[in-house]
């Protein structure tokens, strides 16, 4: 039992030791430079974003002041002490997030139609020509690319005020960002049912129909489940720029420090954003269990 | 005349076999009545929010005159007498997402191991360490930067803190869930070799964690270049001031040229950080 683990000749070791250690240095002197490129950057960036260590020290216990703050009435009196005072804008705050769901539905939906139709063309196996396949691309890529409060701040002063310029802005947005990864589905789709279906004389889009869709039906849902999970998000800040949803009295209640009505829109959002991630989580699992099954 | 022949010999039995094969054909009822209520459902809801929040063929008609107008001031792009402002907001603007970025990786690591079931034992304290990152998250970053800004003030410290802030939650809910994917074997292999615990995480865990999480780091980084962008809209800094500003004003040919020059940034880092993620993780690429 002794002798179970047989030792090398010393020579032997001593040179395979030198070779390993060898090897760990480079791998060290790797790691090292890129800690320093890091560190420069960090300083650098610092510097430029006017990061103030001390000014930050000083005035960091207003963060825990502010989070503290807004959990307090008007009369100094603890949110929990009267709920019916903390919640005082129920139904209208109610009302407002009904708008922010309706306005990250309707984009969700309108953009997810609209990447439905522009998918095909820019993915590389379905695209008709090249030309045509860059166009699309860069198209989705400009869309996803310009952030969606842009594209609201712009809409704004098209269409005027209200929830109409919110839901463009994310149909845009959902558009680029569903686009990009519909393409990549379809990328990697089965291409015989494709090829059998335009032996038998279909035309390209009833061998979309019949060929690509049912096999990518269920991944493109759970896309835009999870596009729809982040537009809700989204649509809570469109109301900052004027484009409709309970935004609107969340800025005008931190600006103007009603501090007890901050804390009672945040849990609302807070609380409505995780039911739907819930939600949508439950049918997404569903839908892949369901597309498991058939398969 | 040919391909009602062609047909008649490919298929001699059409009718026959459309009769045979009846239920393939048209499909189960059960599916059918899904399938359509689903539909119905979601045309309806929609329908709802057409009426709800007051769209208007009018509306969108006059819009979209407005907008080609806005369009057609757009050319030449140009940057006015600010360039160089500009291009220092710019800059500011990738200085702001990296700082965040990094904050938020380092900042995350001990509420990612307490938000993962095989890391920590304690449910009760797993459970609120998700609940906390899932409230971060619940909170968009441009409200993180208005509450930043009543700490530090205007200017884009506020926005390093509001991208650190709302990145935490996106982290550590990334960091539990690859730490609960890995393979629980090296772990216990060190720990029967007589590591502590310590050990058992740095030599077990890390190496096999370490890949993704550099890798989903620099997605981060990259969209959070985005959202550096827009935060400047409520004061914390960055091009987003500019660009606000901008449009207030209808200087439609320097919001051109503002959108253009973070269209080129955005490629820029893309680029950048698609050839570091290779470079790290070699082919081990993949999202999760």
Redesign the interface.
Same mark, same amino acid.
């Given at each position: 039992m002794a002798n179970a683990i047989t030792r090398l000749p010393d020579a032997q070791i001593f040179s395979l030791s030198a070779g390993y250690r060898a090897e760990m240095a480079a791998k060290r002197r790797t790691t090292i430079i890129g800690i320093a490129i !890091?560190a420069a950057? *960090?300083v650098?960036? %610092?510097w430029?974003?006017? /990061? &103030?260590i001390q000014?930050?020290l000083a005035? =960091?216990y207003?963060?825990t002041d $502010?989070i503290g703050r807004i959990f307090y009435l008007d009369n100094g009196r603890h949110v929990f002490t009267d709920i019916g005072e903390w919640f005082w804008g129920l139904g209208k705050w109610t009302r407002q997030l009904? &708008?922010t769901l309706?306005?990250a $539905?309707?984009g969700t939906?309108l953009g997810a139609i609209a990447a439905f139709f522009l998918c095909f063309a820019a993915s590389v196996n379905l695209a008709t020509n090249p030309t045509q396949r860059f166009f699309a691309r860069r198209f989705l890529e400009?869309c996803r *690319?310009?952030?969606e409060?842009?594209f609201a701040?712009? #809409?704004v /002063?098209?269409? @005027?005020l @209200?929830? =109409?310029?919110g839901?463009l802005a994310i149909m845009i947005h959902t558009l680029g960002a569903l686009g990009k990864l519909f393409a990549e589905v379809v990328e990697n789709i089965d291409m015989k049912p494709v090829e059998g279906a335009i032996a038998s004389g279909a035309s390209r889009w009833q061998a979309i129909r019949y060929a690509v869709v049912p096999q990518v039906l269920s991944n493109f849902a759970s896309y835009g489940l999870l596009r729809f999970e982040i537009n809700v +998000? %989204?649509a809570?800040?469109m109301g #900052? =720029?004027g484009a %409709?949803g309970i935004g609107q009295d969340?800025?005008e209640a931190? +600006?103007k420090f009603y501090y007890s009505d901050v804390s009672a829109i945040?849990l609302l959002?807070?609380a409505t =954003? !995780?039911i739907i &991630?819930m939600v949508t989580e439950r049918i997404r699992h569903n839908l892949l269990t369901m597309d498991r099954g058939r398969t | 005349m040919t391909t009602q022949a062609s047909k008649r010999t490919l298929f001699p039995d059409q009718t026959d076999v459309k009769q045979r094969h009846a239920a393939l054909i048209t499909g189960s009822p059960q599916t059918k009545i899904l399938t359509i209520s689903v539909i119905a459902l979601m045309a309806a809801v929609a329908l709802f929010a057409l009426f709800r929040l007051e769209f208007s063929l009018a509306r969108l008609g006059s819009g979209i005159v407005q907008l080609g107008t806005f369009l057609s001031l757009m050319v030449p792009p140009t940057p006015g007498t600010q360039l160089i402002g500009l291009l220092k907001a710019l800059a500011e603007t990738v200085a702001i997402a990296f700082l965040g970025t990094l904050l938020a990786a380092f900042l995350s690591i001990p509420l990612g191991f307490l938000a993962a079931r095989n890391v920590m034992a304690n449910r009760i304290v797993q459970f609120f360490a998700r609940r906390f990152s899932d409230s971060i998250r619940g909170v968009d970053t441009l409200i993180w930067a208005l509450i930043w800004i009543n700490v530090v003030g205007l200017g884009p410290f506020a926005g390093v803190l509001a991208i650190m802030t709302s990145d935490i939650g996106s982290f550590s809910k990334l960091y539990s869930e690859a730490i609960e994917a890995v393979d629980g074997k090296p772990s216990e292999g060190v720990t029967s070799t007589g590591g502590s615990k310590l050990h058992a995480i740095r030599f077990g865990l890390v190496p096999q964690v370490m890949p993704v999480l550099l890798s989903q780091i620099l997605y981060y980084f990259e969209s959070n270049t985005r959202s550096a962008t827009i935060i400047g809209i409520v004061g914390a800094g960055g091009i987003g001031l500019y660009l606000a500003e901008m449009i207030r004003t209808f200087e439609w040919d320097q919001v051109a040229f503002i959108i253009l020059m973070i269209l080129v940034t955005v490629a820029a880092i893309d680029f950048v950080s698609s050839r570091l993620r290779l470079a790290i993780v070699g082919e081990r690429t993949g999202r999760l």
């Open positions: !890091m950057c *960090t650098l960036a %610092g430029v974003a006017e /990061v &103030d000014k930050f005035n =960091v207003r963060f $502010y009904l &708008d309706l306005i $539905y309707l939906l400009f *690319t310009v952030p409060i842009v701040l712009i #809409f /002063v098209a269409f @005027g @209200g929830p =109409v310029p839901v +998000r %989204g809570s800040v #900052f =720029v %409709g969340l800025i931190i +600006r945040l959002i807070i =954003v !995780m &991630d | -």
